[in-house]
């Protein structure tokens, strides 16, 4: 196909983005920027009943967050249902579409004789030749394409391979319903045909739509653009993708703590490989992004899988720039206004010194926060129950002895508290592990932190010492 290269992102705003509405958006996106081409983004709303404002804006901020920016302004489908209507009338005038008045009653009676003869053509084409003058007075019609009775239709998928349909396994269409309303089928193939759609990357759900499609685009004369029907995302076990998986929106894995660059990788992988390459930069994954490398089976939602790939970029991230998205977090997270409510100078600069230990276990930004929470915690500490488990009488008499030796510190840094600390340790023939486990308890309230020395430095002086004395003193 000569020309520059456009696909399409044309979700139907009936709920939010989910991440094969992610993954599916991400394809066309990564194909356009490849080949020089453009990205147009289509609302197909003309499910008037199902779709919502609300969805719109998700799908639209889902997309903003993942980083796939579109060419142009958003196409709304609906606002383009007189051109549609147009396209019938005119198939219609050339004889290549019919007005059928077939009533509900007799269509569901052509339907279950056709389930029962194990016919996949449920409409019986009665009103295809016949004469207008017996249309019965007061119903009105809806318009059928006079689809071929004969033959074959053909995709040559990019990545489905050559796919054939009989043409007498297919019915005639309805291209407009009897409240003069465009059906979907028509709908999307004269929005592609007037937005110069060159390539439609799409779920494999629409593979037979791309047949009756096809039929249409050779029935208008059109050129038809290069199909490629992507297998959908399956949960772990192989079953369809349900919320019970993760089905989730892309809006709640941004709250679960996922970055969008390790989103982005994430999805790409999902059913296409460039060798054994795992983690692509964003320039890497245009430079090899191709349909054919995609395969036919269905890929599988591994969310551990995206854990540690999260990981890898949050330690990949700035510790600055970590801070920040962690700022813009805190709204969507649960406790984070506690920590937004806090947030002064002196503690961004608290977690900044913290950050290089803080993100080198953090799988989630979720986990990051949480990770946090002992730079900013109030006294007296909470300590959880792994823990308490360390703080056992005879620990917290060694945090009590080794209190006096802290509190002579005047220059207080990492260094010169493990000087400190080791010394107090060979003073007192008492194991380092033993002296850093129930410091890292009574200063964190956990049993795992970044090293011990660096949070005593972190935390400061006072904050510290605070803390040790809370714990000297409890019971």
């Not at 600390?421 to 795992?448: E, H, M």
């Amino acid at each position: 196909m000569s020309g520059p290269v456009v696909t399409r992102f044309a979700p139907s705003p009936t709920g939010f983005l989910h991440i094969g509405g992610g993954r599916t958006a991400l394809f066309n996106w990564l194909y356009a920027r490849r080949n020089g081409g453009k990205m147009l983004l289509r609302i197909e709303d003309t499910d008037r009943e199902r779709s919502t404002d609300a969805a719109i804006a998700a799908i639209i901020d889902g997309l903003n967050w993942l980083g796939l920016s579109w060419d142009g302004d958003i196409v709304f489908q609906y606002s383009r249902a007189a051109r549609h209507r147009d396209i019938a009338e005119q198939l219609l005038a050339e004889g290549k579409a019919y007005r059928c008045y077939a009533s509900p009653e007799e269509l569901t009676a052509m339907r279950e004789a056709a389930r029962k003869e194990g016919r996949s053509r449920l409409y019986d084409g009665r009103w295809r030749d016949r004469d207008p003058s017996d249309a019965p007075t007061g119903v009105k019609p809806v318009i059928r394409l006079k689809a071929p009775l004969t033959g074959e239709t053909v995709i040559e998928d990019q990545v489905q391979g050559r796919v054939v349909w009989q043409n007498s396994d297919l019915d005639d269409l309805v291209l407009l319903r009897s409240d003069g309303n465009p059906t979907y089928m028509l709908a999307v193939v004269v929005d592609d045909h007037d937005m110069d759609v060159t390539h439609i990357i799409r779920g494999d759900d629409h593979l037979t739509n791309g047949a009756r499609q096809t039929q249409i685009y050779e029935a208008l004369g059109w050129s038809m653009p290069v199909m490629a029907h992507i297998p959908l995302i399956h949960g772990p076990d192989g079953a369809k993708l349900s919320k019970r998986h993760g089905a989730l929106g892309i809006e709640a894995y941004r709250a679960m703590g996922y970055l969008p660059a390790a989103m982005r990788n994430y999805l790409v992988r999902l059913g296409w490989a460039h060798g054994d390459q795992e983690t692509f930069s964003t320039e890497e994954m245009i430079a090899a992004f191709d349909l054919p490398a995609i395969g036919r089976a269905p890929a599988r939602l591994d969310l551990a899988k995206l854990d540690n790939l999260n990981g890898h970029y949050i330690r990949g991230t700035g510790d600055a720039e970590l801070i920040t998205i962690l700022e813009d977090l805190l709204p969507h997270i649960a406790g984070g206004d506690e920590l937004a409510a806090r947030l002064t100078p002196e503690l961004r600069g608290k977690l900044l010194a913290a950050m290089s230990g803080l993100k080198e276990r953090a799988k989630t930004l979720i986990e990051l926060f949480e990770a946090s929470r002992f730079l900013w915690a109030s006294r007296p500490l909470e300590i959880n129950a792994a823990a308490k488990v360390l703080l056992t009488a005879e620990a917290k008499a060694v945090v009590a002895a080794l209190l006096p030796d802290l509190e002579g510190i005047a220059d207080w840094s990492a260094a010169a508290v493990e000087a400190v600390v080791r010394s107090f340790a060979d003073r007192t023939n008492v194991k380092l592990g033993a002296v850093a486990q129930p410091l890292r308890a009574a200063l964190t309230g956990k049993t795992t932190s970044p090293p011990i020395f660096d949070v005593l430095a972190v935390l400061g002086r006072d904050e510290s010492l605070g803390r040790l004395r809370d714990l000297a003193s409890s019971t």
